[in-house]
Each structure stands twice: as structure tokens, then as C-alpha cells.
């Protein structure tokens, strides 16, 4: 199974900092990966696809890149409402897998 | 637009089973596939399988098989999910998720607790 890595597992900052999250894989998975948004009591919320494609209706501070192994989640400047928990999720081969996540506070 | 609609949720006893289900809209049904994840309190997200609603193709975690089966009723656009010999860590927020043709997940339902106890 691929596990992915994400660090940092919890980040605090203000309204304006630029934030970046890593998520790692265990092995190679090209760019079979995609950022999710979860708020408190809520669903998940597709950010990023294969890796660096903005979902529709996702405000463009919101950019990934990386491929293989190494990818980012960049928020350019971070809005009262980005803080939430933040995962990645692995395409590439079955089983699908999240990494355990990275939860945005405010500082 | 795309909608999921999940059943409401559930208190089972340890040993029982559920049946969760995902009712489609919005979009032809049988095009996409869907899956599963569950998130246990204050857990992260674990993904559960997938079944192809053109065809019925499964696809399980493995740590899941053989308490778990998905299916799919194409003549109401609902999903099924259920899962046997419930257990205490079984307790979690389960949704289901249209996949795209690359299979990200751009829709999501609601999601529905279900809670094991005695």
C-alpha cells in the first residue's frame, strides 16, 4: 500500500501568511494526487487534482505542485476562512489512501 | 447540479450490520463510479472501496474484506453500502463520493454517523 506523509500534522498562522503543506508518498505515484479541504462537521472539498488543477470554483490562492514521491499544497495567502484540515489523497494504485492530515489554525 | 443524499444516522450494537445508502442526482448515474470513506471521531479520512455503477465492478480495502459489500441500484440511482459484524471501532461518519472519469472525487454527500454500542 502507498502511505502518504503529511507535515506538518497541525500549523499556526495569521490571516495573510503564505502556508505550505507536504505531502510525501511512500513510492512513485506520477501525479495521482489530490488536495482535500474539511471543515468541522462537514464533507471534504476537492481543491487540487493530479496534483497542480485548480478545482472549479476554488479561489487561486489555492496551488499544488510536485510529482513522484514530494508534493505541495500552497496557500498564498492564508483568509479566515482556509482554516480548516487539509489532506492528501493518493490516485495511483488501489488501495487509495489519505495522509493523516494537517489541520490549519489561527495564531 | 450533482447531488448525494445519504440515509440518516444509525446506533448499532456490536455484531449487527448496516446499510448506508447514497441517492444520486444530477448527473446520469451509471457514468461514475462511487466510493466510500469513513472518518472515525476525531480521525482522519480512510478510504473503504469503490464500485462501478455501470457494471457493479467492486473494488475493498482489505482490511474491510469480507465484512463489506457495495452495491448499486441503478433503477433509483441509489448506492448501498454495508458493512457486517459491526464492531466499537467501526464508530464513524461514513460518505460516499462521485468519482470523475480520472476518479477524484468532486461531489460528496452529507455523510451519516454511525455509532456502535453496546
Known amino acids: 500500500d502507498v502511505q502518504l506523509t503529511q507535515s506538518p500534522s497541525f500549523l499556526s498562522a495569521s490571516v495573510g501568511d503564505r502556508v505550505t503543506i507536504t505531502c510525501r508518498a511512500s513510492?512513485?505515484?506520477?501525479?495521482?494526487l489530490a488536495w482535500y479541504q474539511q471543515k468541522p462537521g462537514k464533507a471534504p472539498k476537492l481543491l487540487i487534482y493530479a496534483a497542480s488543477t485548480l478545482q472549479s470554483g476554488v479561489p487561486s490562492r489555492f496551488s499544488g505542485s510536485g510529482s513522484g514521491t514530494e508534493f505541495t499544497l500552497t496557500i498564498s495567502s492564508l483568509q479566515p476562512e482556509d482554516f480548516a484540515t487539509y489532506y492528501c489523497?493518493?490516485?495511483?494504485?488501489?488501495?487509495?489512501?489519505f495522509g493523516g492530515g494537517t489541520k490549519v489554525e489561527i495564531k | 447540479q450533482v447531488q448525494l443524499v445519504q440515509s440518516g444516522a444509525e446506533v448499532k450494537k456490536p455484531g449487527a450490520s448496516v446499510k448506508v445508502s447514497c441517492k444520486a442526482s444530477g448527473y446520469t448515474f451509471t457514468s461514475y463510479g462511487i466510493s466510500w470513506v469513513r472518518q472515525a471521531p476525531g480521525q482522519g479520512l480512510e478510504w473503504m472501496g469503490w464500485i462501478s455503477a455501470y457494471n457493479g465492478n467492486t473494488n475493498y480495502a482489505q482490511k474491510l474484506q469480507g465484512r463489506v459489500t457495495m452495491t448499486t441500484d441503478t433503477s433509483t440511482s441509489t448506492a448501498y453500502m454495508e458493512l457486517r459484524s459491526l464492531r466499537s471501532d467501526d464508530t464513524a461518519v461514513y460518505y460516499c463520493?462521485?468519482?470523475?472519469?480520472?476518479?477524484?472525487?468532486?461531489?460528496w454527500g452529507q455523510g451519516t454517523l454511525v455509532t456502535v454500542s453496546s
Open positions: 463520493a462521485r468519482e470523475d472519469s480520472s476518479g477524484y472525487y468532486h461531489d
Open positions: 513510492q512513485g505515484i506520477s501525479s495521482y
Open positions: 489523497q493518493q490516485l495511483n494504485s488501489y488501495p487509495l489512501t
